[in-house]
């Protein structure tokens, strides 16, 4: 059982005009100056995931500037045994499309096929930073184990997006509220089971001999456990506040250092980078458990912040559970516990264009 | 590509911003009808004119065709007591071509959408609650699409109804005819699941 990117082909994607490589399953490692277009390479990958990839970005931002030619990005996936080939894009002017085997499909799609977890330098404030970004790293866990749980997101918020215009409004029907709150309701019961499940798995497969701090993680929800009824007796001050104010759009996540007792917003910058990295890791080694193959990682500069002996740690950790990592750091040194067990490229850049090769270690 | 003559590209133009047509079948279309003018364009044209001066909106039931009264609502046979109520004329039609229902029809227009200021008041919606009383019905069909949107215009209307009494039904969801499990999406096979019955 075994899940890589075998091929990645972009076409116009940002400031790599062409690019084509053959990825043989061990870790990869990107290395390049600031600015060469390693990132762009990890967030074409992280567009094979359901969203809006790992910069949150709008399909517009995502083509070669300056000319609208449209961008492409296509990934040869070998899972189980089994060849899939995806392909994302958007034509000039045109909204951003998915096509898995050759078929149009919708996101999640991508997501039942490879899941995907990313850490980037903008994360480094997740623990102390609004819940806002929390919340999308949980859902992201919850989405490699529950590949509905997209569906049932998309579904809450489009029903939310109804009661709040309602408010907003003025209008008072009763049984117009009554039926947004039903959906809410059903939609929203199962994102809290789905996150409640993902905790759960997670809190089974931490390692306590790793050198990474373990996370003690908490669902931080003050939904009931009616949230039709709770919806209801909310709305005058939901009207007050122009928004809904109960249910698991205001969900939280909270990481405790488990052996200290020491909340993740306190911690050093350090050992929060650590947290995150240990909670990747964990749900890694869960998700290979469940489904005998560990997700796709793309690690963002996660290298430079890490001691000599938690680097080689982590590593080594990649390489047990055969996941295919996408390393980015600015120099080839960064890598060197990791030697022949990752592949090599590096990603340069010349009058705008990126350029990406690969390396021969000796 | 040669260009046809300013009249004749208009017509293009035109056709092809009907549904299911784009720019090169509008225009295979029109080369078509001009080169059977007689037996196909001009046909073709009358009828245009005509129906587009009879065709009209159902009084009761908001189907559209060529009386004030549709022939469904005018056909004494469909007052079976039983209410089947769809978002579209579209709908309508393709519960028709089924052919298993033998009641009559009401055509919301649409669904409930605060986004786009949609309300109850613009869904022909206070016009069944009428009917419920006017025409003695029994049971009302919920035959609303299997989206957030449809879900919530069809739980409106249950509400809605509750306090007349009458008897308020949703179309199953399901296995599809012919179709095979191994093929379906979670969603629909644990709803024909949920939905399943005795044999």
């Known amino acids: 059982m075994s899940l890589r990117l075998h091929r990645l082909t972009l076409s116009r994607f940002r400031s790599h005009p062409r690019v084509e490589a053959v990825f043989d399953g061990r870790p990869v490692v990107l290395h390049g100056a600031n600015g060469a277009g390693k990132t762009n390479l990890l967030e074409a990958i992280s567009l094979l995931s359901p969203g809006r990839g790992l910069r949150r970005a709008a399909s517009e931002e995502l083509g070669a500037q300056p000319a609208d030619l449209g961008w492409k990005i296509e990934g040869e996936i070998a899972r189980n045994g089994t060849l899939h080939e995806l392909e994302t894009g958007a034509a000039p002017g045109q909204s951003r499309v998915v096509r898995i085997d050759g078929k149009t499909s919708p996101q999640s799609g991508l997501g039942r096929l490879m899941p995907m977890l990313w850490l980037t330098p903008a994360m480094d404030r997740l623990w102390i930073e609004a819940a806002e970004g929390r919340r999308r790293f949980l859902d992201r866990l919850v989405l490699g184990f529950e590949p509905d749980h997209a569906e049932a997101a998309v579904g809450y918020e489009k029903a939310m997006r109804q009661r709040n215009k309602l408010l907003r409004d003025n209008v008072t029907d009763p049984r117009w509220y009554t039926a947004l709150e039903a959906r809410m309701a059903e939609t929203g019961g199962v994102m809290t089971l789905n996150r409640q499940a993902t905790l759960a798995r997670l809190a089974t497969a931490q390692s306590a001999d790793s050198p990474f701090p373990q996370p003690e993680l908490i669902l931080a929800d003050d939904t009931p456990a009616d949230l039709a009824e709770a919806l209801a007796e909310s709305r005058g001050r939901d009207r007050q506040a122009g928004r809904t104010l109960v249910g698991p759009h205001r969900a939280d996540l909270s990481a405790l250092w488990a052996a200290r007792g020491r909340p993740a917003a306190q911690c050093s910058t350090g050992e929060q980078k650590a947290l995150l990295i240990s909670t990747v890791l964990a749900h890694a080694r869960a998700l290979q458990a469940m489904v005998g193959h560990a997700p796709i990682l793309l690690l963002d500069e996660v290298a430079a912040h890490l001691d000599d002996a938690r680097r080689a740690a982590l590593y080594d950790a990649l390489c047990d559970l055969g996941a295919q990592a996408f390393l980015t750091g600015t120099g080839p040194e960064l890598f060197t516990p990791l030697g022949n067990r990752a592949q090599t490229f590096r990603v340069s850049e010349t009058a705008g264009d990126s350029q990406v090769t690969e390396e021969d270690l000796p | ?199």
């Open chain 2, 1 to 199: 590509m040669a260009r046809a003559a300013g009249e004749i590209e208009a017509l293009i133009a035109l056709m092809a911003r009907l549904p299911g047509l784009g720019p090169r079948s509008a225009r295979r279309a029109v080369l078509h009808m001009l080169k059977k003018r007689g037996m196909v364009m001009e046909p073709l044209s009358q009828a245009l004119a005509r129906v587009a001066q009879t065709a009209r909106d159902c009084r009761v039931c908001g189907n559209i065709s060529d009386e004030e009264i549709c022939p469904i609502c005018a056909d004494e046979k469909r007052a079976t007591g039983t209410l089947c109520v769809v978002e579209d004329v579209s709908d309508l039609w393709a519960l028709e071509r089924a052919g298993g229902f033998k009641g009559r029809y009401h055509v919301l227009g649409g669904t409930l959408s605060a986004l786009e200021s949609i309300g109850p008041e613009n869904l022909r919606i206070p016009q069944l609650v009428e009917r419920i009383k006017a025409e003695n019905l029994r049971e009302v069909i919920l035959a609303l699409n299997a989206t957030v949107e449809g879900q919530t215009t069809a739980h409106y209307i249950a509400e809605t109804l509750a306090p007349t009494g009458v008897s308020v039904s949703a179309l199953a969801r399901g296995l599809p005819m012919g179709g095979e499990l191994d093929y379906l999406d979670d969603g629909t096979i644990a709803a024909a699941m949920a939905a399943r019955r005795a044999l």
